[in-house]
T-cell receptor, first 109, second 116 residues
Framework: SQKIEQNSEALNIQEGKTATLTCNYT??????LQWYRQDPGRGPVFLLL?????KEKRKERLKVTFDTTLKQSLFHITASQPADSATYLC????????FGGGTRVLVKP | EAQVTQNPRYLITVTGKKLTVTCSQN?????MSWYRQDPGLGLRQIYY???????DKGDVPEGYKVSRKEKRNFPLILESPSPNQTSLYFC???????????????FGQGTRLTVV
């Protein structure tokens, strides 16, 4: 069966450093991969989308890579700020959108 | 403002008492979907709709019903709620057709449902 894994342990990081999150998947060949941010008790908010033929995508301080051979996406937040503290979800897009469990990021001042 | 609106935000109900959670979007999106989110299980799709009068089951449809009579509205109906349906529910919409998710999904603010 399809499986999407994100590190369930929270990532604690110092302000100004780069946070790197991992999304691994199995038994799946998504055409697109998306990343969302979710704050406690609120709906996910779209951040970035990367296509299977793209290796890397950037948006301001965010960078996403997509390796279809490794079946992995990495999500980077550079120059992290306390306001970046949230849970980040990856979602695989084929005939539907399937979410990973999310990784909580806590940026300390 | 482009948005997906869910109501109510919070709901406490008793087992067996029918309830409806409303969802409305003002972006003229064709695709709408309902998810539930539970600790350790992430977001799981309940039902989705590719257009008016077209609905289909997601991964966890048991105990739920939906309807899509108008493009903007996609209510979630619990005919006989049970405690295992206590969860955080999200409605989402997308301009995509749903066949290939090459566009972002817009989520509502969530409905926290408790069934006692």
């Amino acid at each position: 069966s399809q499986k999407i894994e994100q590190n369930s342990e929270a990532l604690n990081i110092q302000e100004g450093k780069t946070a790197t999150l991992t999304c691994n998947y199995t038994n799946y060949s998504p055409a697109y991969l998306q990343w969302y941010r979710q704050d406690p008790g609120r709906g996910p908010v779209f951040l970035l989308l990367i296509r299977e033929n793209e290796k890397e995508k950037r948006k301001e301080r965010l960078k996403v890579t997509f390796d279809t051979t490794l079946k992995q996406s990495l999500f980077h937040i550079t120059a992290s700020q306390p306001a970046d503290s949230a849970t980040y979800l990856c979602a695989l897009a084929g005939n539907k959108l399937t979410f990973g469990g999310g990784t909580r990021v806590l940026v300390k001042p | 403002e482009a948005q997906v609106t869910q109501n109510p935000r919070y709901l406490i109900t008793v087992t067996g008492k029918k309830l409806t959670v409303t969802c409305s979007q003002n972006m003229n999106h064709e695709y709408m979907s309902w998810y539930r989110q539970d600790p350790g299980l992430g977001l799981r799709q309940i039902y989705y709709s590719m257009n008016v009068e077209v609905t289909d089951k997601g991964d966890v449809p048991e105990g739920y019903k939906v309807s899509r009579k108008e493009k903007r509205n996609f209510p979630l109906i619990l005919e006989s709620p049970s405690p295992n349906q206590t969860s955080l529910y999200f409605c989402a919409s997308s301009p995509g057709t749903g066949v290939i998710w090459n566009t972002e999904a817009f989520f509502g603010q969530g409905t926290r449902l408790t069934v006692v």
